[in-house]
């Protein structure tokens, strides 16, 4: 399942966007005035670079992902284009009868949940909280969320949700700690250095590792794996929403804030819709939904796709001759499931050849070339991405002190802590776009930020 998605949307590199403008998300959240929808602009994200990237980084540094399941990702995206997969790729439909009966009371969870000092981490004055919400009891289905409180002013600032994409990839491995957490990990893998741009500056910040197979997250029901999909994972994480509420009442009517990058740009409009949805059949706030934010956000295939290889052009990343070969050849619209043509394929084989040893995300960033941990950390620096940080936060989130202190992985699963899945194997349902939901979502009043 799941293509190149996964690798291609895992998305360090749009750090280079929270590292340049940190503070842009945060006056989003406190500005009084309605922000408009920003026209995205190229190099939306696309999948095909995407699988070209993690065959890249494989080759330049140890892998972390097996290269078997690397592979089946990478058709997944072609297949989806190709139409022969199996993957709805119709319109979003939220559902709408959600079991009472998957809402439980989580009286003394929360005190439960509080991490007293994650291992390796510098003083900090906000309250940190992990643990697991169980959306599905029959299933057995366990989601792992990550929240820190805000700096200061917790009891006014908003709720933010943040959730990766891929799909398959965590929120903890980049969201929390290669973007927008509190703390970074020393090229040690061993200990936190802060993160001076965390978001919890603004808003109290709860990272959530969905759906089921990602990160610490799991199904006792392992069938649940090969049943993943875009409609599923907003029922699992609105009802992970339901149930977290209970256990941290005090943001029940909170300002709430959905904010997600790459393959979020599904998860945040479809969650955001579905919320609506509950708040009008119970003519009542559920949650106090105000906005979201997406950020390199898959949203619309035909023009990510296109978007890539007009920026891999603009940037003389491939020749005018390959350029041309696919706007002559190839065809991205999601109703042509024809096979693609021998021509597009060869010009983007091509391109893909060409961006081998380049860092799609920012392309004028180092490749990581040494994958080995360091005895003594490496000077940090935040302002300069260390592309090997994935090294770093997968060696300190396997860590068994590590897991402790964040309750963790308590049912001793079977696999190890993966930034992106591998145990996720199929991907039912995956809208070929998501605009209409964002329309949706203004024509409502939300506020809506595309950023990239
Ligand atoms: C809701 O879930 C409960 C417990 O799993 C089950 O007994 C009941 O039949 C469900 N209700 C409906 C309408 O599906
Ligand atoms: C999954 O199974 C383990 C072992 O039986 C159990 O401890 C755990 O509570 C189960 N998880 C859920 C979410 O029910
Ligand atoms: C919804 O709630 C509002 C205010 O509480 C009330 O005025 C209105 O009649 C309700 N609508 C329905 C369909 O119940
Ligand atoms: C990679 O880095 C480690 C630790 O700094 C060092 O011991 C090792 O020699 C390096 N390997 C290569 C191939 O440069
Ligand atoms: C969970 O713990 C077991 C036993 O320590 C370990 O083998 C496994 O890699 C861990 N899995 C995750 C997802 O952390």
């Avoid at 936060?393 to 308590?410: G, P, S």
Wanted: proline residues 5%; hydrophobic residues 35%.
């Amino acid at each position: 399942m799941v293509g190149p998605f996964i690798y291609i949307f895992r998305f360090l590199h749009n750090l280079l966007d929270l590292k340049l403008f940190p503070l842009y998300p945060l006056l989003f959240l406190s500005a009084p005035h309605r922000v408009r929808e920003k026209k995205q602009t190229q190099m939306e994200r696309n999948p095909f670079v995407l699988l070209v990237f993690l065959i890249v980084s494989s080759m330049v540094a140890a892998p972390i992902h097996c290269k078997k399941q690397t592979q089946a990702l990478g058709r997944f995206y072609e297949r989806k284009m190709k139409g022969s997969s199996g993957i709805d790729k119709s319109g979003f439909k939220a559902v709408h009868y959600i079991n009472k009966s998957r809402v439980h009371t989580q009286q003394g969870m929360k005190e439960k949940d509080r991490i007293k000092k994650l291992p390796g981490q510098p003083g900090v004055l906000f309250q940190q909280y992990g643990g697991y919400v169980t959306v599905d009891k029959a299933a057995g289905r366990a989601l792992y969320y990550y929240f820190v409180e805000a700096y200061h002013s917790k009891e006014s600032l908003p709720l933010l949700l943040w959730l990766n994409g891929g799909p398959g990839c965590s929120s903890l491995a980049y969201g929390a700690m290669e973007e927008l957490g509190p703390f970074r990990v020393h090229s040690n893998g061993k200990t936190l250095y802060s993160n001076r741009y965390s978001w919890n500056h603004a808003a109290n910040v709860l990272f959530l590792e969905s759906p089921a197979g990602v990160g610490f997250s799991y199904s006792n029901t392992t069938s649940d794996y090969d049943n993943s999909g875009d409609s599923k994972t907003a029922v699992d994480n609105y009802v992970f929403l339901l149930n977290w509420l209970e256990r941290f009442p005090e943001y029940r009517n909170r300002k709430f804030y959905i904010a997600g990058e790459s393959y979020a740009g599904h998860y945040v409009p479809q969650l955001a819709h579905t919320i609506l949805q509950h708040n009008k059949n119970a003519n009542s706030t559920i949650i106090n939904l105000k906005g979201i934010l997406i950020g390199n956000a898959v949203i619309n295939d035909e023009t990510d796709v296109k978007g890539m290889y007009d920026y891999l052009a603009s940037h003389a990343l491939i020749s005018d001759e390959t350029a041309n070969g696919i706007e002559k050849h190839c065809n991205f619209a999601p109703e042509d499931d024809s096979e693609s043509s021998s021509e597009c394929d060869a010009a983007t084989d091509e391109a893909g050849q060409n961006i081998y040893y380049v860092d799609i995300y920012n392309i004028y960033a180092p490749l990581c070339h040494n994958s080995s941990l360091t005895i003594r950390p490496k000077e940090p620096s935040v302002a300069n991405f260390d592309p090997c940080s994935d090294y770093y936060v997968y060696a300190y989130l396997n860590r068994v002190d590590v897991q402790e202190a964040m309750h963790a992985n308590v049912t001793k699963l079977d696999h190890d802590w993966e930034p992106c899945s591998d145990i996720i194997r199929r991907w039912g349902d995956s809208p070929s776009t998501i605009i209409p939901l964002l329309q949706e979502l203004m024509a409502n009043g939300l506020r809506v930020w595309i950023f990239r």
